[in-house]
Nanobody, 123 residues
Framework: QVQLVESGGGSVQAGGSLRLSCAAS????????MGWFRQAPGKERERVAA????????NYADSVKGRFTISRDNTKNTLYLQMNSLKLEDTAMYYC????????????????WGQGTQVTVSS
């Protein structure tokens, strides 16, 4: 059974930092492309960042470039998202996603999704 379990969300003031984690099980983690997506109330889900299977490639949304860093530890089957300089507009539910296909992941059609972790940024 595939499981993606996010953690690390919470409430933080604008300008602060959070580090999200996503623990994967039930898949050959090192073969999967991984990504972080987010969805704010009343808005569509959007891709935040993605990383290739051995971290050779990364992709970021323009809105988070220079502030967020995606990384992975294939020895721990864990994906991370370091979020710095958080803004009010970063408030959303953050989801971890996994897929074997890079294009499918980037398009938000990943085969596996976590349940999400809430990030709330306040002024």
């Amino acid at each position: 059974q595939v499981q993606l379990v996010e953690s690390g969300g919470g409430s933080v003031q604008a300008g602060g930092s959070l580090r999200l984690s996503c623990a994967a099980s039930g898949i050959t983690y090192s073969s999967y492309r991984m990504g972080w997506f987010r969805q704010a109330p009343g808005k569509e889900r959007e891709r935040v960042a993605a990383i290739s299977s051995i971290a050779a490639f990364t992709n970021y949304a323009d809105s988070v470039k220079g502030r967020f860093t995606i990384s992975r530890d294939n020895t721990k089957n864990t994906l991370y998202l370091q979020m710095n300089s958080l803004k009010l507009e970063d408030t959303a539910m953050y989801y971890c996603a996994a897929d074997l296909d890079w294009g499918r992941l980037l398009e938000g059609r990943a085969g596996y999704w976590g349940q999400g972790t809430q990030v709330t940024v306040s002024s």
